[in-house]
Every structure is written in structure tokens, then in C-alpha cells.
């Protein structure tokens, strides 16, 4: 994700999106009538990332990663703490009037709660129109309506539909209406923040499909945000993992599923429960102790070692960069991709395909 | 049999008509045995469960038939106080969402203390050193301290296991579990699984796991009972259903979620959506989701059917209806097909031939 560890991928083309050392601190004041500044919120502290035409960046983490804080800043509804948010090249984070406006165009974001991201007053049409109020010299007055139906035929929703409103629609409808809002403006990329993390099983696989679809006929880019890993192996090229605000591993779904050499990837990896009750017996759990520490207050070096069973005196005073592990830099293996773990090693643990 | 529900139907009154949340659900749990119910939002999963523990809001909800067998007593015609010895002591519920569920004005250790001054006639004092006994059981660290705090000072993963310590104090026979980790994230997910499986390993206690996961279920279950639109569709031992589900649901379900150790293409995706359980289709209530439907799905409702699998005969000749309400129709229900295996589809054969072939594939 830095300079010096471009991925391996073949598609490592001109990105759209370059995120460069990204920081979000939300201040903590104490009580009291002087609010004077205690401390700070470290959500987001130092995140890099490539992001290419037509590609999938899936960004996986648990509450308080900062995962949800960087779909934010990523579509300027939040001002970065420090570092650089690069759309095609030119820094985003410092643009402000109209500039900010015409870049804001091209990248959407589509929401996890399909239930408060619609405003309930409002029909489907003018939802999924407003858009263009804001953004008038993409679609002329009069050409607003039809192009409104033809984004909600997009999604699979009835156009006929364009007078209902939210509560007349199911779950997996409003999450459809959602992301037609996000299509409306034809952008480059969307990022997504758990969109079908509220949806049962057999309608997130419908949305599942509608996304890739999407993807493959406009050449969308997608950040795609998530805490189900199997749904954002599904779905991504390339992998991020985030913990306590930082990227602890990246790399291509193969290198990151099958061969992750951070031990929290591993312990991520290996909680997560298998369709597949014959690796009931097969699977080894890394069980992990305690909860994660307050992003106020982050452990000094390695931020995951007060729940590492590796962890020893180094790990406490030196943070480990996001690199290629010195022991994989040689190879052609899976492993060699980046991994930041002073003692990084490779260890598989989802079960092999098809074992069962 | 420790419980038995039998031809369960509960319906709720709503602006827009009755709702029939659960349409003659009959399921047993054996001691020590772990069922999985798996359903989707709107299947009367959570339902079944409230009525067996008795929380079911009445009015709006109401059971218009059926039995709850618990240790051979039918709950359902139970005097309101003998209900509640049972409730707590014999069977006890874990919920999703533990900061709804816990009281926000009372200290963890003064709620898990009063489970026995209210059920066993404790002193104050004992029952306090009981509930930091039962605050270490789940592994909570500095249970003593800990005792004293309100349950917002807990983190996700350790409400969740007060939860449990409340579920488990009384020693009951039976837990119902409903979604117990959907709301915690994955590593904490574990952890409390993982308690979860110890403390059954340790007391025999049979569990109810209400989940939507089928992950979850494929690492815990002994059973599973699949739910749709408030039937029980598909009744298996977990291996067997995961090997070849015999209903187009589950065998819809299964296909429909990503794997992690593959990366897989278009998924399969049940079309449309469940019915609203104020209008359910005649017939069988997929069969509008359903590949397989033909005219005979949209007239006859499907009974559960025995499911003889490998190279068996169905026992029963098919006619499992009315879920076993006396001898020879329980006995029936026992035998099933092969370990138990019932179906609610027309063609569940045929389903299961698919699910070979496609395994073989």
C-alpha cells in the first residue's frame, strides 16, 4: 500500500484514488467551563492505499478499527487530521467551494442502514433525483424524471415505483434505492459502508450480485467496507486489514485468506464460523483474550500486542511497518505481500476448499 | 424428550389483519442436545421461542393452538405462578441485544445476585458471593470489582457473557440462545461461543440456538430446524443437511452465501422476497421463491415428509402430518427418515438427488 510495497497486482494501473498517510483525531475535551483538550480519539492513524479503475478495495476490521471514519473522509464528509487523499492525482483534502463539489460528484458512497439513510418525506423519485439538484449540470430539468426511472430499472426496482416512499419497501428494496442514489451521478467510485451488512441471507446475495454487476457494466471502483470477511472475499480484488486505526495487512484475496502472516488476520480469519460442520473438527480456533483497547488511548508499538500470543519487549517500543515481512522478501510465495508484524510468519486457517 | 413443542400457531393482531407468525411448529430438544432453529427475519423463529419461555406479548400476540412439553407438562396450561418457578430456574433465555435486556439502574452483580434471593431464598450476602462466583465462571476478570459496576461500563463481548451467567445460575435444563453473538464482532463472537459450548460440556445443559448464521450453525448444532414463514421447512441432523439439503430453501440458503475459503462468482440468489404473514401464498408458502414449484406447491401445503436418505425407503409412506400428537404418530415423528430427517417439500426427493449431483460434480 505505500510506495515501496506496490501491490503485486497486475492491474496496479493509474489509480483513481490514493490515500497517503490519512489521520483522523477527533479531539476529547474535559469537562468544565474552559473545554480544554484532554487527549484525542485516534480513529484513523496512518492509512495508505491504491485504489485502480474498476477495482475493489475491501477494508475489513471490527467495531473501532476506524474503518466507518475512513468511508468518510474518503468521501469528504469528514476534513482529515493529516495526510492525503489523492482523486486522480490531485489532493482532495484541502479543496473546498466548487471544486470540492465537482470531485464529491465522482464519489459516492452508499450506506449500511437502509432504514435511516432515506429521508422517510421524501418519494423514491425525488430520493434517488435529489442528486441532481445539487449537481443540475449532469442531467437537464426536464430529463431528471427519466433518467430516475431508468436508474431504479438498474437496481431491479419497478419504475412504476417512483411515487412510493422508503416504508412501502422492503430492507434489501431500500438498500437498492440507496445505491441507485449512489449510481445517479455516474461516478467513478463508490464507497460502501457495510451495505448489506442489515439484509438477510437469501436478499444480501441480491445485492451481492447487483453490486458486481454494476461494477462490471459502468467500470465502478469500489472501497468496500465490511465486518463479513466471506462477503468481502466475495466481492474484492485486494484486501485491507484494519485494527485500532491502522492497516495491519494488505494483499490480493488469495495472499490475505489463504496465506495471512499477521497474527490478527489469522486470529480474524479463523473466528470466523464455516458453513461446514465436517471443519467443525478440522479447524483450529485462535482464540484472542480480552476486548479491543480504547483508540484513546492505543497501545505503544504494535497496537494488536496486548492480545498477541506473540508479543514480546519489542513489540511494546517499535511499530511495526506495513512492509513486505524480511523473511518472505526473497520468495515467490503468496506470503510476500505487506504485513505489519515484527514476526510475521505464514499459517493457514481457513480449512482447504472442497475438503469437506 | 425434555421439550416438545407440538403444532405450535401463534398469531398476532395488527393493523393490517392477523398476522400468522407461527404456523404448527413441532420441534423436541433431548437433554444435553444442542437444536439449531435458523430462519430469516420474519420466520417465527423468535417467536417460537418467546412462547416456549412464556414472554410472548400478549395482546398483540396470542397461541391459538398447540402444546409445549416441558419434562412431560404442558406449559401453555400451567397457572401463571407455577410458569414462572419453571421460567429461570428450569429453563432460562439468552437475548441478542444484552444492554436492552439488562437493567441500566441496577449493578450486574445486585441483578445476578436477586436470580437467587427471588428462586432460592438466599440471604443478600450469600447470594452476592454467588454472583461473583458465577461472574468468574464466564470469565470475567475482576469479578469482585466488577460486581459493583452498572451493565454500560461492560463492553459488548462481556454483557454478553453476564447474560450467560444469568442464564446458567440456576442450573437450568434447557437454554434457549436467541441470536446470542449476532450483535458482537467475530473474535468476540468466538470467545462467547466458546464459553458457551465449555459451560454445556460441563452441565449437560440442552441448548435452543436461534440464529440466522449458518456459519454458527454448522459449528455448534447437533440439529437443526430450518424455518420459513412460521413452518418448520427442513428438520435434519446438521451433517446430513449440509451435505444435501432436502428443501429448495435451504438448499437456496446455502448456496446464496459466500464462502471464505473460496472465491466464488455470482452467488446463488433466492428470488423476491418472503411473504408477508398476513397474506401467506396457498400451497406451500416458498413456491413463489421457488425453482422447483409446480401446480401441486400452489394448491396442497406440504407436510413434513421422513427423508430416508443414502439408498433408504421412506418409512411412513410420507404422511407425517399433525406433527405427532400420540403413540404411534410420535413414534412415526421419531423415526423419521434417516436420523430424524423430515422435509416440508413435494419434491424433496428430487432436491435431494440435485444436491448429490452437484456435490459429485
Redesign the interface.
Known amino acids: 500500500m505505500t510506495p515501496t510495497s506496490a501491490p503485486l497486482s497486475e492491474r496496479a494501473a493509474e489509480p483513481v484514488l490514493e490515500v497517503r498517510d490519512l489521520v483522523k483525531h477527533y479531539p476529547l475535551t474535559g469537562g468544565g467551563l474552559i473545554r480544554r483538550r484532554t487527549g484525542a480519539v485516534r480513529a484513523v492513524d496512518g492509512v495508505s492505499f491504491r485504489l485502480g479503475a474498476g477495482e475493489t478495495l475491501g477494508v475489513v476490521g471490527e467495531s473501532g478499527c476506524g474503518k466507518s471514519t475512513l468511508a468518510r473522509l474518503l468521501v469528504s464528509l469528514e476534513r482529515p487530521t493529516a495526510g492525503q487523499i489523492r482523486y486522480r492525482g490531485e489532493d482532495i483534502t484541502r479543496l473546498s467551494g466548487r471544486a470540492l463539489k465537482a470531485v464529491r460528484r465522482n464519489i459516492q458512497m452508499v450506506f449500511q442502514d437502509p432504514y435511516t439513510s432515506l429521508n422517510p418525506r421524501m418519494t423514491v423519485g425525488d430520493i434517488v433525483g435529489e442528486p441532481y439538484e445539487i449537481h443540475p449540470e449532469v442531467a437537464p430539468r426536464g430529463d431528471r424524471r427519466r433518467r430516475v426511472r431508468e436508474l431504479l430499472e438498474v437496481v431491479g426496482l419497478d419504475p412504476g415505483h417512483l411515487n412510493r416512499y422508503p416504508h412501502q419497501f422492503s430492507g434489501g428494496q431500500r438498500q437498492r434505492i440507496g445505491i441507485a442514489r449512489g449510481l445517479a451521478l455516474r461516478p467513478e467510485i463508490i464507497v460502501a459502508d457495510e451495505p448489506v451488512s442489515a439484509l438477510d441471507v437469501s436478499v444480501q446475495a441480491q445485492v451481492v450480485n447487483l453490486l458486481a454487476g454494476l461494477q462490471r457494466r459502468f467500470g465502478l471502483a469500489y472501497v468496500f467496507i465490511a465486518h463479513d470477511l466471506s462477503v468481502v472475499r466475495h466481492i474484492s480484488d485486494r484486501i485491507g486489514v484494519m485494527y485500532l486505526g491502522r492497516t495491519v495487512e494488505t494483499g490480493t484475496d488469495t495472499q490475505i485468506y489463504d496465506h495471512p502472516t499477521h497474527p490478527y488476520t489469522q486470529a480474524l480469519l479463523s473466528a470466523v464460523p464455516v458453513p461446514d460442520p465436517a471443519a467443525r473438527d478440522r479447524r483450529a480456533r485462535i482464540l484472542l483474550s480480552g476486548d479491543v483497547p480504547s483508540p484513546a488511548d492505543p497501545p505503544s508499538g504494535c497496537r494488536f500486542r496486548t492480545r498477541c500470543w506473540k508479543a514480546r519487549e519489542r513489540c511494546a517500543v517499535e511499530v511495526p511497518a506495513l512492509a513486505v515481512p524480511e523473511a518472505f522478501r526473497d520468495g515467490r510465495t503468496p506470503a510476500r505481500h505487506p504485513s505489519a508484524c515484527h514476526f510475521a510468519e505464514e499459517r493457514r486457517v481457513v480449512p482447504a476448499e472442497g475438503a469437506a | 424428550m425434555l421439550l416438545d413443542v407440538q403444532d405450535l400457531r401463534v398469531e398476532f393482531r395488527t393493523r393490517d389483519g392477523i398476522a400468522r407468525a407461527v404456523n404448527g411448529v413441532s420441534y423436541g430438544v433431548d437433554a444435553g442436545e444442542t437444536l439449531a432453529v435458523l430462519g ?2 420474519g420466520s417465527g423463529k423468535s417467536v417460537t421461542a418467546q412462547a416456549v419461555m412464556g414472554i410472548l406479548d400478549t395482546p398483540p400476540g396470542r397461541i391459538t393452538g398447540g402444546r409445549i412439553l416441558f419434562r412431560g407438562r404442558d406449559l401453555l396450561t400451567l397457572p401463571e405462578d407455577a410458569r414462572r418457578a419453571v421460567r429461570g430456574a428450569e429453563m432460562a433465555m439468552v437475548f441478542q441485544d444484552a444492554l436492552s435486556a439488562l437493567n441500566p439502574v441496577l449493578t450486574v452483580g445486585d441483578q445476578l445476585a436477586e436470580m437467587f434471593t427471588v428462586h432460592r431464598g438466599m440471604s443478600r450476602r450469600d447470594a452476592r458471593a454467588r454472583a461473583v462466583e458465577l461472574m468468574d465462571r464466564v470469565r470475567i476478570p475482576a469479578a469482585r470489582q466488577r460486581a459493583g459496576q452498572y451493565p454500560h461500563q461492560f ?1 459488548g ?2 454483557r454478553q457473557r453476564i447474560m450467560i451467567a444469568m442464564a446458567i445460575a440456576l442450573e437450568p435444563a434447557l437454554i434457549i440462545a436467541d441470536e446470542p453473538t449476532t450483535a458482537l ?7 462467547v ?2 464459553l458457551l459450548a465449555e459451560l454445556r460440556r460441563e452441565t449437560g445443559t440442552a441448548l435452543v440456538l436461534i440464529t ?8 455448534v ?1 447437533d440439529r437443526i430446524a430450518v424455518m420459513y414463514a412460521g413452518r418448520i421447512v427442513e428438520t435434519a441432523p ?2 446430513d443437511l ?2 444435501a439439503p432436502a428443501h429448495p430453501y435451504t438448499r ?3 448456496d ?9 462468482r ?6 423476491g ?2 411473504p408477508g404473514l398476513t397474506a401467506l401464498p396457498a400451497g406451500c408458502a416458498f413456491h413463489p421463491r421457488c425453482p422447483r414449484a409446480r401446480d401441486l406447491c400452489r394448491t396442497d401445503e406440504p407436510p413434513l415428509f421422513p427423508v430416508a436418505g443414502e439408498g433408504q425407503v421412506a418409512g411412513a409412506g410420507g404422511d407425517g402430518r399433525g406433527a405427532g400428537d400420540g403413540g404411534e404418530a410420535r413414534r412415526a415423528w421419531d423415526a423419521g427418515g434417516a436420523g430424524g430427517r423430515r422435509s416440508a417439500c413435494h419434491f424433496w426427493r428430487e432436491t435431494l438427488d440435485d444436491a448429490d449431483i452437484s456435490a459429485a460434480v
Open positions: 430469516e427475519s463492553s463481548g462481556m464482532d467475530v473474535t468476540v463472537q468466538a470467545q461461543m466458546d440466522h448464521d449458518l456459519g454458527v450453525v454448522a459449528d448444532a446438521v451433517h449440509y451435505r437456496g440458503l446455502l446464496s452465501i459466500p464462502r471464505l475459503d473460496r472465491k466464488g455470482e452467488l446463488y440468489a433466492i428470488k422476497l418472503p
